[in-house]
């Protein structure tokens, strides 16, 4: 057997920046100074930042050792749900560093911007072929700008109509970004709860729908990583309410090349470039979160739009009835670039991504059901749910198993979510692990789960071998620290 | 995680479905959350509260208490003005864990109507609706 | 294909072990109508290097330096980026990992994002930043958005020397929810014209932009007085925080929430984006704050460490009573802008920021002796407006056409401005550069 990833080793400490400055160093090359200073006047003028003065190397050793204390994509296996840890390709980012893109000004006149435009356009058709959808917008500049891109233009197309509504279903699955969007822009969150199967049943949104629903937000497949086989009878139940169907594209690496949103009644649909289309996650971003749409919705995009006229690209503001701007200029252009490369460089093998991150997810959730848990044994999406009951009779908890998961070299899955599943242990694999790397896991996983019936407290005092301890996070709470 | 039996539920008070507990003290009732809540929330790290000579309509949410990953309202059990708040909180919101029927108390409240506090379950009726909830 | 790494045995195997005869067997759930008809009509896949030289080529067509000489801001500075800070910040430990919701293993962003939160607040004088929100213009958005929250009022006050670009994004930000925007004139001097406002107004907040989007340096100090006699909140918001390293900072001058974009820290300008939303508050406010936290916190063995905090204001935990709906932010751009102000140091800022201010006073004299009018008579920082004599237009075509952008024409986002221009110099344009443009110009 292949030995688990998780080791000890020399890690190193490392001091608060301002804890190892020293005053008159400088870690950057100043630029020349050739003009005469051209002081402001005293009650303009401040100090200078309360920075710390450090020298070059100083810089360098602190963030490198700081980043010895992650855990990576390019380090293992990852498998947070519904996050989409996949590999992340080393040619996108170098493409994205190109000077001619990265120090691109955007309000440059259009006609010395052209390849920027030209892959903005390309990207846009690109997306409308894998949702099935008419029309893209490239602005919002993550998953939940682009959910409110959505409600901003349910809302434009009800007052189109000359009506306001009140109301937006949400299931009881959704991520929280969901109900948070839709409160954004007014709307009341309407919850409704996913049947014993784990999916949204047409009788049930049939009941919370009536002429004040502006629309549902529903998330397919869902974060219990199943597909809502009845989204096609949920649409048009909406639709005959006059409401609309909008699709959360959080989940898409499950079904490229296999669904289309049109077919399923979705009139809205946002994608996470930083999840299904490969780049980074940044710790936390930068994202990007494109929204797609039908034709009858394309007026209310927000602008700026591109359009192509006798084969030189523009920008057009030419939509009176747009929700308007989400961002200063046109979104993450930096990450729209490395989407783009993964698009060219996948080209329609991107269903076969669709297929292996499934056949990954049902891997581990064959392999796992015996130790762990499973709420609903059926054929999963990307991703499989799992619950901490078998091992509720030795008082461990899911979090417990996490953090000893940590020590096997192992990043936690997604832990209580989806709210429904008291416990939830939420794992995506993605497509890009190989089955060594899944049979590793899965072993990780079995040795814990054998541990907590052997030696529970191992898994309470988890993790031992990171940077740190279990940290307390209530003291925090209680008694913020937030800077230095 | 407590067991239900491990539950310290105290006959001389009432307790409302959202948990909250009530003790009559003359014309005035103190108002805090029960064992279950406390437990069932964990740490609490932040409680939000009225300010004093607001008024709700029982059932209204009159306050959150925050543990760290989970926020839940405070629901009044009785219609009626805040005679005092529980300013202790503030720095020391672990009280709610630590003696939720004593110092970890909430509000106290001026009842509007005073049979409301009939409609309150005793700890016999709390713990049974526990059993049924879990 | 390379990122896949399955053979036909492992697959074989997999499908053995799930106990299904095809992987189509595992998509048995999806209905027929929610089927493609076709398969995907995408390119078919371009090799690694086909893919170089693609990209390459349309790249070759933008304008950028060292190629042309770009003398426009405008909510996009040029700055220099020392290679250390690119080297760091392309550590994949950095950037392949997701938010740390896992603190034992994110300890290396956590602390860099605290560090980015500390620096952030002293730049800014300010009590407490978060972790980032996405640009600076969903920034001003959530600020107004926030103060709306906090004060239970309905109607704010917006500078029109505010980036216009900005205060769009603000108004479809508070459209649905049926707030009311009156904008503030500019005054002659180029800055905001605060003479009307009252209390009477029932304003949530008084939101200003310093330096504005004309380069002028605002009076805070004043605004500041102004929005808390009316009652409002004070929010200031900012496109070059290179200036509050010159400039007093907006905490010392009375604002309650300043916000803006850090692109100018370490971060290129891409076209737009990604850049850094950038976000302070006084601490009393913290609790209505949207965004992460990075807080101290102490491990099972009493030792320093890091955690996501206060997160119960966010939307995984409070849904739609979340102070705001961002999850993903602009973590990896907020740690450039660490890196950045880290290398540079007190010193290093302050010398930079007296740079692009001295540089700039030289453009803008050299153009008023050639005898060019300045729009406005304000203090400046590192842009202003210049008028250029009618006509000038074919000059600027003429001036593309020998590499030099110069300035932003202001006539498209404020009428009565028609031959004006926002000019921007920073520390990457030599007096050469600058004696180069005059004399571009005056031929």
């Keep these: 057997m292949r030995e688990f990833p998780g080791t000890t080793g020399l890690v190193f400490n490392e001091p608060l920046l301002w804890e190892k400055a020293k005053k008159g160093r400088c870690g950057m090359s100043l630029p020349r100074r050739d003009v005469d200073p051209a002081p402001l006047d005293d009650d303009l003028a401040g100090d200078a930042p309360d920075f710390p003065d450090l020298s070059e190397v100083d810089v360098v050793r602190h963030y490198t050792r700081l980043s010895q204390w992650n855990f990576a994509v390019d380090l293992g296996m990852y498998p947070l749900g519904s996050c989409t840890m996949k590999y992340n390709p080393k040619i996108n980012e170098k493409l994205a560093a190109i000077p001619g893109f990265a120090g691109a000004h955007p309000l440059l006149p259009v006609e010395i911007a052209q390849g920027a435009l030209r892959l903005m356009f390309e990207l846009e058709r690109f997306l409308t072929e894998i949702t099935g959808l008419d029309a893209v917008s490239l602005q919002p500049a993550a998953g939940a700008q ?46 409704v709860r996913s049947n014993d199967q784990g999916i949204l049943s047409p009788e049930a949104v049939a009941a919370v729908t009536d002429e004040e629903t502006a629309g549902i937000m529903i998330t397919n497949p869902n974060t219990l990583g199943l597909f809502e086989e009845n989204i096609s009878q949920i649409a048009r139940i909406v639709h005959e309410k006059g409401g609309l169907v909008y699709c959360d594209g959080a989940n898409m690496n499950a079904v490229m090349g296999i669904v289309d949103a049109k077919k399923m009644g979705v009139d809205i649909q946002h994608l996470n470039l930083h999840k299904t289309f490969s780049t980074p996650h940044g710790a936390g971003g930068p994202g990007s979160g494109p929204v797609c749409v039908t034709e009858q919705l394309a007026r209310f995009l927000p602008v ?11 920008f057009s503001e030419e939509y009176p009835e747009s929700i308007g701007k989400l961002h200063a200029f046109y979104g993450n252009f930096g990450v729209m670039i490395k989407a783009y490369s993964y698009i060219l460089t996948m080209g329609p093998q991107l269903k076969r991504v669709s297929e292996l991150a499934v056949l990954n997810a049902n891997y581990v959730k064959e392999k796992l059901k015996s130790v762990l848990h499973l709420p609903h044994d059926r054929p999963c999406m990307h991703e499989c749910v799992f619950s901490d009951r078998f091992q509720k009779d030795h008082k461990i908890t899911t979090l417990d198993m996490v953090k000893r998961l940590m020590d096997y070299g192992f990043h936690p899955p997604t832990i209580y979510f989806p709210l429904v599943v008291e416990g939830a242990i939420m794992i995506e694999p993605t497509e890009t692990e190989s089955k060594e790397d899944l049979d590793l896991f899965i072993d990780a996983f079995k040795a814990v789960a054998k541990e907590a019936e052997q030696a529970p407290e191992l898994l309470r005092q988890a993790p031992g071998r990171c940077k740190v301890k279990r940290l307390d996070e209530t003291s925090a709470a209680r008694h913020p620290c937030l800077s230095g | 995680m407590k067991e239900l039996g491990e539950l310290n539920l105290p006959d001389d008070l009432r307790y409302a479905e959202d948990h909250e507990w009530v003790r009559l003290a003359g014309d005035k009732v103190v108002v805090g959350v029960s064992d279950y809540a406390q437990d069932r929330l964990g740490d609490i790290t932040y409680v939000e509260i009225p300010q004093v000579g607001d008024a709700f309509k029982k059932g209204e949410s009159c306050g959150t208490l925050e543990s760290v990953k989970a926020v839940a309202d405070l629901f009044i059990p009785l219609s009626g003005e805040i005679l005092a708040v529980n300013d202790a909180l503030a720095e020391s919101p672990g009280l709610v864990n630590e003696d939720p029927y004593g110092e970890g108390w909430i509000l106290e409240v001026k009842p509007l109507n005073a049979a409301e506090l009939d409609e309150l379950m005793d700890s016999d009726a709390y713990l049974l609706m526990l059993e049924r909830l879990e | 294909m390379r990122y896949l790494p399955h053979t036909p045995e492992d697959v074989a195997s997999m499908l053995s072990d799930i106990g299904a005869d095809a992987i189509e067997d595992l998509f048995s759930a999806i209905p027929p109508d929610c089927r493609r008809d076709e398969d995907l009509r995408l390119p078919e896949p371009l090799t690694e290097w086909e893919l170089n030289g693609r990209i390459a080529s349309m790249a070759r067509q933008a304008a950028t330096s060292p190629d042309y000489r770009v003398y426009m801001g405008a909510g996009s500075y040029e700055h220099y980026v020392p290679a250390s800070v690119s080297h760091l910040l392309g550590r994949s430990e950095f950037s392949t990992a997701y938010t740390p919701y896992q603190p034992e293993m994110g300890q290396g962003t956590l602390q860099a994002i605290y560090e980015y939160q500390t620096l952030t607040a002293r730049l800014l004088g300010m009590e407490v930043a978060n972790a980032s929100l996405y640009d600076g213009a969903s920034a001003l958005a959530e600020a107004i958005l926030m103060a709306i929250r906090i004060t239970h009022r309905k109607r704010i006050a917006l500078s029109r020397a505010v980036h216009p670009l900005y205060r769009r994004v603000v108004r479809t930000y508070l459209e649905p929810g049926g707030y009311a925007v009156t904008e503030l004139p500019y005054r002659e001097d180029g800055r905001t014209d605060l003479a009307r406002l009252s209390d009477s107004d029932d304003l949530a907040a008084v939101a200003v932009q310093s330096p504005n989007f004309f380069g002028c340096i605002e009076d805070l100090k004043t605004a500041a007085d102004k929005a808390h006699e009316a009652n409002a909140l004070f929010v200031t918001c900012f496109s070059e925080p290179l200036a509050y390293c010159l400039l007093k900072s907006p905490g010392s001058q009375g604002a309650d929430i300043a916000c803006g974009e850090g692109q100018s820290f370490g971060i290129a300008p891409s076209f737009g984006g990604p850049g850094l939303g950038m976000f302070a508050c006084k601490m009393k406010y913290v609790r209505n704050m949207p965004g992460r936290l990075v807080g101290q916190a102490v491990d099972a063995d009493g030792r320093r460490g890091f955690v996501l905090t206060l997160a119960t204001r966010e939307q995984h935990i409070r849904r739609e009573k979340a102070t705001s709906n961002i999850c993903t932010n602009n973590s990896l751009c907020a740690l450039a802008a660490a890196m950045f102000m880290a290398s540079a140091g007190s010193t290093g800022m302050r010398e930079l920021a007296c740079l692009n201010r001295d540089k700039a006073e030289y453009l803008k004299n050299r153009l008023a002796g050639a005898g060019f009018r300045m729009a406005f008579p304000s203090p400046t920082f590192n842009e202003f407006v210049v008028e250029f004599p009618p006509g000038f237009d074919a000059g600027y075509k003429r001036l593309l056409e020998r590499k030099i952008v110069a300035g932003l024409p202001l006539g498209r986002y404020y009428p009565e401005l028609q031959g004006r221009y926002l000019l921007c110099v920073t520390e990457t344009k030599s007096r050469t550069d600058l004696d180069a443009l005059i004399s571009e110009i005056m031929r």
């Design chain 1, 146 to 191: 682009g959910e409110l891109a959505g409600m901003l233009m349910i809302h434009a197309f009800h007052k189109s109509k000359g009506s306001h509504r009140t109301k937006i279903i949400v299931p009881d699955t959704a991520h929280g970004t969901n109900p948070a969007s839709a409160a954004l822009c007014g709307y009341v969150p309407v919850k």
């Design chain 1, 304 to 314: 700026p739009r591109i359009v192509q006229r006798n084969g030189q690209y523009a």
